[in-house]
């Protein structure tokens, strides 16, 4: 049986939520190494020392909007999967599902800057990086092996590849229209890819499901 907060701990998880939502905001527009704990306690509406009660240092709070994305990006993808009937629909499915939430989802963008920074944490934060290439993988392995995909890279190096793009493209559109051609890019990146990683004889099925997928943007 599951215990009940007490209204203290209640309070307590509102004020640790608050911050992470406050942090990610923060995060998210200035990066890690700009933003201070002043930015953060003013952007979650807490006071300095209310959240240094619970957080003793930027980073912890940074790890605690990596933690949060993590829980948000990754049931995301895990049920996705389970509602595509074929790999090449979860991989673009799954993209777009990431993408949605970087557009909507401030921890999320966040979550996902800090993991690229590189040397922002002492501790790694690119576990959903890791968890997203090493699932992808698992998938890929058993499409090359059938035929259902096609590449000349083993289904780890492919993952990264794929992974890479994704994560290049949502940089470039960040940095040229604020994400506003995010989709569209992405759509562009996998009509492409349909050409590489896709049989000859699947192309135009792949083609119609990517427009399916992203025309509705």
Known sequence: MS???????????????NVVEGAAVVFDRVGYGSASLSMIAEQSGISQGAMYFHFKSKEQIALAVVHEQHNRSIPLMESIAQQSTSVFEQLVRVSRGVADQLLSDAVVRAGIRLAIEEGTLGEPAGGFYTVWVESTASLLETALTDGVLVSRLNSADLARALIGNFTGVQLMSQAISGRKDLLASLANMWLVLVDTIVPADERDAAVALVHSVFDAA
């Open 3 to 17: 215990m009940r907060r007490t209204p203290q701990q209640e309070r307590s998880h509102e004020t640790q939520r």
